[in-house]
């Protein structure tokens, strides 16, 4: 049934379905493999279907229609208790009637480990986590960012193949977020464990992973390397997903060799790379990264096409300038400029031209 | 150690100075004026409730408290008596001297008089029975024990037969006359009472047998008021008169007046505050020579304090059992089907208590709906009804029944407070279902566990309604002693003094669940 790419595969859903109310798909159709020791993150909005996906992992759902693989094996008739997967979950569930200690002895002493290797163990995972002085104490007298750790070292602490972790860093403020992410990416590559991690934040998830996968609606949109996806979106949902993005509505004009010309909506003609389209007439997105986006042809192709752009606004934020233009009839249009000391600084009402090389403008599904 | 501390105060000998508001007054004292007004509104407030529990709650309260050791009726009713009495060797068997018995003579006409004497009787039957009647029936007799003195003066002038002669008595008598005057006073106060006039109201029988005490005492030699000749003739007719002996005259009346168990009861009941009710509550009783056990028979209250304690228990017991399911399923259902559930629970309280009880008669009796059913099954042959009623198994199973919601709803609102992803967590970090149960979530429910079990513990150690009807006498509660003593033997001092005690035990058991649980583990919400 798996496939070849599969076979090394640590983890595996095969044509995973889910059902809660039997009237709607809530994952629809999931295919995902990942190999030992990478670091997987599920991104995707409220409602698509992460969580789920993770519960069905764990054990917690069971799949309305196919397999899901651990280590080759199928779990779908593992009690989770025997699956033997830490979790943190987004608001830690760390027992509030244990201390530290107590939570993180919890695993070991369900596994019948003995008091002495127990306690080594405990400390160890303190330590990893730089808690080792907070064994005594209860969640409750703890900050956020440290029951966050101890969350993480009591899905740890077992020493599991594999750890899912459910929005870890929601409930965090900005730094400590940061700080935490770096954390976390550096203790699972340590340990070499398997991290499936599901997030809504696409900054977390662009820094953390190994690889990202999309979700929307039930279902992967696309699933590759950072780098890949902020680059190169399969669609229009991951283009606007993913990082700040520019879209511009309009039909393909002409297709070949691996370029496109793409007439918008005020009749000018831009360049563009062919993604989702493959014939002229087709309606299309065109998705360019502000930072993607030149003003002047210097730098261009010299017969690349050029769109006339009114200034609405710029905006100063220190290390780049944000300005926000008038671009074929929608006034949405941002690019983002270094603030090198020749670059200029634009006025609302000027009139300018803008243009880009056409594989960074990717014509995408309408 | 001691150098470093002295060192350190010289150090650091000035205290930090109170910090001020901007107008200059000290900060803590601008805050409280501020705080003031609110606190005045609060009070305000809550000031209907507060008075309404103080009149209604703590009052009877504490003058249950008062009744469970006030005996003034006896000291108060036989002064004389009990006076009299203190001289009394009750050791020694005997009945008291003819002193004691003149003493009782007085007192006793003087509560029949005002109408008192029964009231005494019975105070003093709870604790010797037959004194009640025996008060009764002698007060009848006290003109009998007068007569003689009555003739004996009649006798010598009709005139004595005149309000008007005693009044004119006693306001000469000055202090040459105090049997008489003592008598009248009181003869004066109890018309006073009444409404009548003393002057004109008919003279009590007491007061011949009075003056002749006085004569005969010869106290009234002193007397040189305007009755002199009257009294002079009176004092020749009695040389000749051979006073009967009040002893002789109350053991005619009855028998019992030379018992000395009777005076030793009115002897130890003399004083205005008693342990007797309370001792009466734990099996004990006032003896002459202090503290001694009931007689076997009369040994119910420890037994029944036992049965309450017990069977509260066992009824807290099961409703924790029975409870704490329809709890956790109140708690884990989704919202549609737990609020059925709840509606079901709270049913029990829209209907009536009596009539929930009298439906466990039915069902539980020995022809009710169980037994016949496990007849028809099989389970039991016809002759071997189970007897589920009547007894304490009846009180068991319908105070369960009765007082489940009030285990379910704390615990439901404590389980509601806590998130499935703690049992979650627990399995995923390796435990079984029993396991993360047990160690993460049973822990959590804890104090609403606590919370139900005072809740019901306390209201069923007091309960009355359902012990009463489906209890027999196996399965009554303490609480059913306390209503037969305020509304049938109207023996209120030993209901208050059973009250008293069963409001001790409850603070105890309070106190103890405090030190071990601690109160603040108790969660109704
Ligand atoms: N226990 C459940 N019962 C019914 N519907 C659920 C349940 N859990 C989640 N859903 C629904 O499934 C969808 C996906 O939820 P979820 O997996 O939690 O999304 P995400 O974690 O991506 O926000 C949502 O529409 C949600 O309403
Ligand atoms: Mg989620």
Redesign the pocket.
């Known amino acids: 049934m798996a496939s070849d790419s599969t076979n090394d595969a640590f983890v595996v859903f095969d044509r995973v379905q889910k059902s ?2 039997g009237e709607t798909l ?1 994952v629809k159709d999931l295919n995902l493999s990942l190999p030992k020791g990478e670091f997987l993150t599920m991104l ?1 909005p ?7 996906c993770l519960m069905m992992l764990a054990g917690f759902e069971t799949a309305t229609h196919g397999e899901i693989l651990l280590d080759g094996k199928p779990i779908n008739n593992i009690p989770p208790h025997k699956r033997g997967i830490g979790m943190v979950f987004q608001n830690y569930a760390l027992f509030p009637h244990m201390t530290v200690a107590e939570n993180l002895a919890f695993p070991l002493e369900v596994r019948k480990m003995g008091k002495s290797e127990r306690e080594a163990k405990v400390k160890r995972a303190l330590d990893m986590v730089q808690m080792g002085e907070f064994g005594g104490r209860r969640p409750a007298q703890l900050s956020g960012g440290q029951q966050q750790r101890i969350a993480l070292a009591r899905a740890l602490v077992f020493e599991p193949e594999l750890v899912l972790m459910d929005e870890p860093l929601g409930a965090l403020d900005k730094q400590l977020r940061e700080h935490m992410q770096f954390e976390i990416t550096s203790i699972a590559h340590n340990l070499g464990i398997t991290t499936v991690y599901v997030t809504h934040d696409q900054t977390e998830a662009l820094t953390m992973s190994d690889r990202v996968a999309v ?1 929307e609606d039930g279902r992967i949109q696309q699933l590759a390397p950072p780098d890949e996806l902020y680059e190169a979106p399969q669609n229009s949902f991951v283009a606007q997903f993913i990082g700040e993005n520019n879209t511009l509505e309009g039909v393909v004009e002409t297709i070949s060799n691996g370029e496109c010309t793409v007439r918008v909506a005020d009749g000018s003609l831009i360049d563009a790379k062919p993604v989702n389209v493959t014939k002229p007439g087709e309606k299309t997105l065109i998705s360019i990264r502000p930072e993607r986006v030149e003003m002047g042809k210097s730098r261009l192709h010299p017969d690349a096409h050029t769109l006339k752009a009114e200034v609405l606004e710029f905006i100063y934020m220190g290390d780049i300038f944000r300005t926000r233009l008038r671009v074929a009839g929608r006034d949405d249009f941002v690019i983002k400029t270094r603030n090198a000391p020749d670059q200029k600084r634009l006025k609302p009402g000027e009139q300018i031209e803008i243009g880009w090389l056409a594989e960074d403008a990717r014509a995408l599904d309408a | 150690m001691s150098d470093a501390t002295t060192a350190d105060t010289a150090k650091n000998p000035s205290r930090p100075e109170a910090v001020l508001a901007a107008d200059g007054t000290p900060l803590k004292k601008s805050l409280n004026r501020a705080l003031r007004r609110q606190k005045i509104r609060a009070l305000m407030l809550i000031a209907p409730l507060l008075l309404f529990v103080l009149i209604s709650f703590v009052a009877p309260i504490g003058d249950m408290l008062f009744r469970s050791v006030e005996n003034q009726i006896v000291s108060e009713t036989l002064p004389r008596t009990v006076v009299a009495l203190k001289e009394w060797d009750e050791a020694s068997g005997e009945p008291p001297s003819e002193q004691v018995y003149q003493a009782l003579y007085r007192d006793m006409f003087i509560s029949v008089e005002r109408k008192e004497h029964t009231r005494v009787g019975q105070r003093l039957n709870y604790e010797t029975t037959g004194i009640s009647s025996l008060f009764r029936k002698s007060g009848r007799k006290m003109d009998d024990i007068a007569e003689p003195y009555e003739d004996l003066i009649l006798d010598v002038d009709k005139g004595w037969k005149t309000p008007e002669r005693w009044a004119t008595l006693y306001d000469s008598a000055g202090t040459s006359l105090p049997a008489f005057t003592s008598a009248y006073e009181a003869f004066v106060e109890t018309m006073t009472e009444d409404g009548k006039d003393p002057a004109t109201t008919k003279p009590w029988e007491m007061f011949y047998s009075e003056l002749y005490d006085d004569i005969a005492t010869g106290d009234a030699a002193g007397y040189n008021g305007p009755l002199s000749a009257e009294l002079a003739a009176v004092t020749n007719a009695v040389q000749g008169f051979a006073a009967p002996s009040f002893a002789d005259a109350f053991t005619e009346i009855e028998e019992d007046w030379a018992d000395h168990e009777v005076w030793g009861t009115i002897k130890v009941y003399a004083p205005r505050f008693t342990p007797g009710y309370f001792l009466t509550s734990i099996d004990m009783q006032l003896g002459p020579d202090g503290i001694e056990a009931q007689p076997e028979e009369k040994q119910i209250y420890i037994t029944l304090f036992k049965r309450t304690l017990i069977m509260s228990l066992v009824i807290t017991g099961s409703c924790i059992l029975l409870g704490y399911p329809v709890a956790w399923l109140l708690a884990n259902l989704p919202m549609r089907v737990s609020n059925l559930l709840m509606i079901l629970v709270l049913l029990p309280f829209w209907t009536s208590l009596l009539v929930r009880t009298s439906a466990w008669k039915v069902l539980l009796q020995q022809q009710g709906v169980i037994n016949d059913l496990l007849v028809w099954i099989g389970l039991i042959s016809d002759e071997g009804r189970l007897v589920m009623i009547n007894n304490a198994t009846g009180t068991i199973i319908a105070m369960t029944h009765i007082l489940l919601p009030f285990m379910i709803l704390p615990l439901y609102s404590v389980m509601q407070t806590i998130p499935p992803t703690y049992l979650r967590a627990a399995k995923s970090l390796g435990a079984t279902n029993w396991t993360a149960f047990w160690r993460v979530y049973f822990p959590q429910s804890v104090p609403g566990i606590g919370a139900g079990s005072i809740l019901v513990f306390i209201l069923s150690i007091g309960y009355y309604i359902t012990p009463e009807i489906v209890g027999g006498t196996k399965g009554v509660f303490i609480s059913n002693r306390i209503a037969y003593h305020i509304s049938s033997s109207l023996n209120w001092g030993l209901a208050a003094a059973l009250g008293s005690i069963l409001l001790a035990v409850v603070l105890l058991l309070y106190w103890a669940y405090d030190k071990i649980v601690g109160i603040d583990n108790v969660k109704l919400g």
């Open positions: 809660y109310d809530v995707g409220s409602g698509s279907g992460k969580t789920t979700f």
